[in-house]
């Protein structure tokens, strides 16, 4: 079975800089969902990558798909209080089954 | 996703005691799941529908049962719960091709 592999687990950066988040699948991806949480609360939907190669971007956020399609990084620009809570990773491994799995989720905390 | 609902919100209750957990949406989707979210273990399917006629097992599904009594909604049960099904649940929604779409979340604490 597909298993999503998301890392760090916990990152604590200062206002104002960059970080990555990366999660890594050991099937090829068909389609790679991005979710944020905040703590307790329900999923925020971030971005969706569907081809090799793809780059979106939302305000201070852009995801990535690598060419191979097993990788994923999320990185944010310019980090803000509002950035932090917990960044999810889930996949369609199987082809437009429906059935997501999800990374284990990276928690991000931003410093004023 | 306020077109996916979940009642109740918050739920305390007994090791032992039967529990429904119920979610409702608008968005005239066919499918709909039951997730589970444990501390540093990302989201876990519990059991999930393609249609009101179809059920399917998730990677979770012993101790909970389900019911898709119409498209628009989707009931999660724990016959007798028990401590470690404490958790935070979550309803999802989706049509082919798209991306979920989740509801607030249900607190569950058994005692």
């Known amino acids: 079975s597909q298993e999503l592999e998301q890392s760090p687990q916990s990152l604590i950066v200062q206002e104002g800089k960059n970080l990555t988040i990366n999660c890594t699948s050991s099937?090829?991806?068909?389609?790679l969902y991005w979710y944020k949480q905040k703590y307790g609360e329900g999923l925020i939907f971030l971005m969706m990558l569907q081809k090799g190669g793809e780059e979106k971007s939302h305000e201070k956020i852009t995801a990535k798909l690598d060419e191979k399609k097993q990788q994923s990084s999320l990185h944010i620009t310019a980090s803000q209080p509002s950035h932090a809570g917990i960044y999810l990773c889930?996949?369609?491994?199987?082809?437009?089954?429906?059935?997501?799995?999800f990374g284990q989720g990276t928690t991000l905390q931003v410093k004023p | 996703d306020a077109d996916v609902t979940q009642t109740p919100r918050n739920r305390i209750t007994k090791t032992g005691k039967r529990i429904m957990l119920e979610c409702s949406q608008t968005k005239g989707h066919d499918r709909m799941y039951w997730y589970r979210q444990d501390p540093g273990l990302g989201l876990q399917l519990i059991y999930y529908s393609f249609d009101v006629k179809d059920i399917n097992k998730g990677e979770i599904s012993d101790g909970y049962s389900v019911s898709r009594q119409a498209q628009a909604k989707f009931s999660l049960s724990l016959e007798s719960a028990i401590p470690n099904q404490t958790a935070l649940y979550f309803c999802a929604t989706s049509d082919a091709g798209t991306r979920e779409f989740f509801g607030p979340g249900t607190r569950l604490t058994v005692l």
């Open positions: 099937k090829t991806l068909y389609g």
């Open positions: 889930g996949a369609d491994g199987s082809g437009n089954t429906g059935k997501l799995i």
